[in-house]
T-cell receptor
Framework: TQLLEQSPQFLSIQEGENLTVYCNSSSVFSSLQWYRQEPGEGPVLLVTVVTGGEVKKLKRLTFQFGDARKDSSLHITAAQPGDTGLYLCAGVVNDYKLSFGAGTTVTVRA | GAGVSQSPRYKVAKRGQDVALRCDPISGHVSLFWYQQALGQGPEFLTYFQNEAQLDKSGLPSDRFFAERPEGSVSTLKIQRTQQEDSAVYLC????????????FGPGTRLLVL
C-alpha cells in the first residue's frame, strides 16, 4: 500500500511547454524526496524538501512542499526531451526508509 | 567513484526455483536497502540493514524472502520457491550513514518467473 498518490499517471507534452506533477498524502512526512528514473536504471535523487512551505529550484525544475508537509509538487518550465522519464515522489518514514508514490511518466516530444 | 552495482541484471526463473540476487553497495556505506518495483509502480520497501544487522524486514512479502549482509558490505536477497507474483525489478540502495537521507540506487535486477 502506497501512502503517496501521484497525479497525473501519464503526461505527454511538446518541447517548450510547462508541466506540473502532484504528490499527495494524508500522512505528514518529516521530509519528502523527488526522484527521476529512466528505463533500466534505478531512481536518481533530484531534491529533498524538509520545511513546510519550502520551495527549491533546480535549473528549470521547481519543487514545493506543502505547508502541512503532506503534499508536494514538481513544476518543469520549458520542458526538453531530456526531461523524459518516470518521476517519483517519496516520503521518508521513520527517518530512514522511503515510501514511494506510483510515479508519473513524463514524455516530452521534440 | 563506483556506484551501487547489482547482479545479475536479468534473471528468468521457472516457478518453484530458488534465486539469489546480489548487491554491491558503495564502499563505506553503512546503510543498505532492498526495494521491489512491480511494473508500472513505484518501489516498495523490503528490508533495511545497518552494517550487518538487519534492523527492519517488515516489507518482506513472505517467509520465502530472505536477505543477508554477513560482513556489512555485499548483500544477497534470496527468494525461495519463486512464484509468478515475484516477477518485478529488485532495487538495492545504499546510504553513507543512518542519518543521511540520500539513498543511491543500483540499476536493479529484473526477475521474471515463468
Amino acid at each position: 500500500t502506497q501512502l503517496l498518490e501521484q497525479s497525473p499517471q501519464f503526461l505527454s507534452i511538446q518541447e517548450g511547454e510547462n508541466l506540473t506533477v502532484y504528490c499527495n498524502s494524508s500522512s505528514v512526512f518529516s521530509s519528502l524526496q523527488w526522484y527521476r528514473q529512466e528505463p533500466g536504471e534505478g531512481p536518481v535523487l533530484l531534491v529533498t524538501v524538509v520545511t513546510g512551505g519550502e520551495v527549491k529550484k533546480l535549473k528549470r525544475l521547481t519543487f514545493q512542499f506543502g505547508d502541512a508537509r503532506k503534499d508536494s509538487s514538481l513544476h518543469i518550465t520549458a520542458a526538453q526531451p531530456g526531461d523524459t522519464g518516470l518521476y517519483l515522489c517519496a516520503g521518508v518514514v521513520n527517518d530512514y526508509k522511503l515510501s514511494f508514490g506510483a510515479g508519473t511518466t513524463v514524455t516530452v516530444r521534440a | 567513484g563506483a556506484g551501487v552495482s547489482q547482479s545479475p541484471r536479468y534473471k528468468v526463473a521457472k516457478r518453484g526455483q530458488d534465486v539469489a540476487l546480489r548487491c554491491d553497495p558503495i564502499s563505506g556505506h553503512v546503510s543498505l536497502f532492498w526495494y521491489q518495483q512491480a511494473l508500472g509502480q513505484g518501489p516498495e520497501f523490503l528490508t533495511y540493514f545497518q552494517n550487518e544487522a538487519q534492523l527492519d524486514k517488515s516489507g518482506l512479502p513472505s517467509d520465502r524472502f530472505f536477505a543477508e549482509r554477513p560482513e556489512g558490505s555485499v548483500s544477497t536477497l534470496k527468494i525461495q520457491r519463486t512464484q509468478q507474483e515475484d516477477s518485478a525489478v529488485y532495487l538495492c540502495a545504499s546510504s553513507l550513514s543512518p542519518g543521511r537521507k540520500t539513498q543511491y540506487f543500483g540499476p536493479g535486477t529484473r526477475l521474471l518467473v515463468l
